[in-house]
């Protein structure tokens, strides 16, 4: 069978998030060995910045397309977008961006729409202009408006949150302190080491974090098969200082796949006993993969973490335990922008529900004078402080310990994401009295 275009997927693929409620990464995971590698990159960059930018391209299509294309022509719609995405965002010729489109609806059997897409395509190339002064009359948040709301009650600042989401965001690397030092590895880097993640008022961890200027394949990172280092947010690399592990304890990454936090616990303390537990036994591969790489072992376990008596012998308790719990994500909207189309405003009371349900159960298996750490990477303050504030007060031996960010001292902190810096995280350190 003859394989798809680009264009061809991409419209696919962005059906399949905006009707069927799917996430573009767990796709282009699906999609990728379907594509010829070079097309890689081309799709990804056109399904996710479609995803950035969605309700601007729907705008502009609600003005040129009379009747809202539903049912078995959402295709259609969604090849539109893929055409316009192109014109506006990428460098793309305008001929090839509309020639391209329409050869893909006759690959999708849409034959009978080529006029209709060849048609409206090349009247906003016509009216490009006038049809851009109306549709960006306003400052366009493009984002959904429940959360625009749920910003605007929480934040002062929350149109600068709305413009970092729309961002692209940096990449960061964790460097392994088991091999190399920050500073030794970023020389290693030359030009792409951006001086400014040096600087720790950026809030990021000195001894490990590093951002680059500019993205890269991992393979092109010196030693990274050999495990020098490992992609991860410059904020969520405070997960693992914050827990403070040390050898010989037992410790539990309680929500761990894909594993980019059990691998710092164990960076930081290699004689620890450390647990990664996941829901998901398809995400725990990944866990495996990157302890393989990393040379380092762990017990991983599938498991649901409000439920531990299920696969945790009566008894054995933690003396630190990580709860990276599920949450809605809206901290990395900026690295997933098919979020704020997947997420919907009744899912918060959900998670926040399941968060609490976690937070309980795993705190029955924290030792006395225990650790635990809770992190989200969401920005929303229904699953992170007020959800804190409610545990500590319904729980008589938990107490909040402060925490030190280079000098910011607090006992909760919430990141936002930072065009500079990194995502939007939530952190909360709490210990177990020993009133028990
Ligand atoms: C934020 S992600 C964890 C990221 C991971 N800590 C890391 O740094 O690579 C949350 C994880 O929680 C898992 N999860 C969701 N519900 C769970 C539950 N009830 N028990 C255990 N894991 C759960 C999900 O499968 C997901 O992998």
Known sequence: MKKLSSRAVAAQLILQVLDKGQSLSALMVEVQPKLAEKDVPFVQEITFGVCRVLPRLEWIIRLLVAKPLKGKTRLVHCLLLVGLYQILYMRVPTHAAVGEVVK??????LQSFKGLINGVLRQFLREQESILAKV??????NHPEWF???????????REIIDAN?????MWLRVNAQHSTRDDYA??????????SQDTTACCVPDCAIMLNNPVAVSSLPDF??????????HAQWSAKLLEP?????????CAAPGGKTTHILEQAPQAKVIALDIEKNRLKRVSENLQRLNQTAEIICGDASQPDLWLEKGVMFDRILLDVPCSATGIIRRHPDIKWLRKESDIAELVKLQAKILNAMWQRLKPNGTLLYATCSILPDENSEQIQ?????TENAKLVEMDFNGEKVTMKQFFPNAQGGDGFFYAKLVKTDSE
């Not at 893909?104 to 059997?109: D, M, R, W």
């Not at 960006?136 to 948040?141: A, E, R």
């Not at 625009?148 to 929350?158: E, G, H, Q, R």
């Not at 098969?225 to 410059?234: A, I, L, S």
């Open 225 to 234: 098969e050999n495990g020098f280092v490992t992609v991860q947010d410059g």
């Open 104 to 109: 893909a609806s006759q690959e999708l059997k």
């Open 390 to 394: 409610s545990f500590v007060e319904n």
């Open 246 to 254: 040390q050898n010989e304890e037992l410790i539990l990454d309680a």
């Open 187 to 196: 020389v290693r880097l030359g030009d792409n080491f951006a001086k400014s």
């Open 136 to 141: 960006d009359k306003n400052w366009q948040t």
């Open 166 to 170: 729309n961002e692209r965001p940096p």
């Open 148 to 158: 625009v709301n749920k910003l605007k009650k929480a934040y002062p600042n929350w």
